[in-house]
């Protein structure tokens, strides 16, 4: 079974930084691949990032365009919590945050923000942005 659990959110106001962490309890080698993704009130649950780390390939990391430049999506060396850096915040990126575990090939790098890839998901954690 595979267990995933967010944490780091917060409320910060416009131009400030949060990390968010994401801890996955997995059999070894069941999970490749790690997303972000987040839901605002009243709209659809959006991808934010991925990690994708298939052994013996290089990683690959992804990002929504309205995210890229201000989020960092990293992994510690034991590949068992990844994390996201969050600069320049803005008041539309106030949303709860999922953190959700797959393992895939690489075919699905370019369909990574897509969520039925995914079969762990977390229960989320709030990131309010105040202007």
């Known amino acids: 079974e595979v267990q995933v659990v967010e944490s780091g959110g917060g409320s910060v106001k416009a131009g400030g930084s949060l990390t968010l962490s994401c801890a996955v309890s997995?059999?070894?080698?069941?999970?490749?691949?790690m997303g972000w993704f987040r839901q605002a009130p009243g709209k659809q649950r959006e991808g934010v990032a991925s990690i994708h780390y298939p052994i013996g390939d290089n990683t690959y990391i992804a990002y929504s365009d309205s995210v890229k430049g201000r989020f960092t999506a990293s992994q510690d060396n034991s590949k068992n919590t990844v994390y996201l850096q969050m600069n320049n915040l803005k008041p539309e990126d106030t949303a709860m945050y999922y953190c959700?575990?797959?393992?895939?090939?690489?075919?699905?790098?370019?369909?990574?923000?897509?969520?039925?890839?995914?079969?762990?998901w977390g229960q989320g954690t709030q990131v309010t942005v105040s202007s």
């Open positions: 959700a575990a797959a393992f895939v090939g690489p075919q699905y790098r370019l369909t990574w923000y897509k969520e039925g890839h995914y079969k762990a």
């Open positions: 997995a059999y070894p080698g069941s999970v490749n691949c």
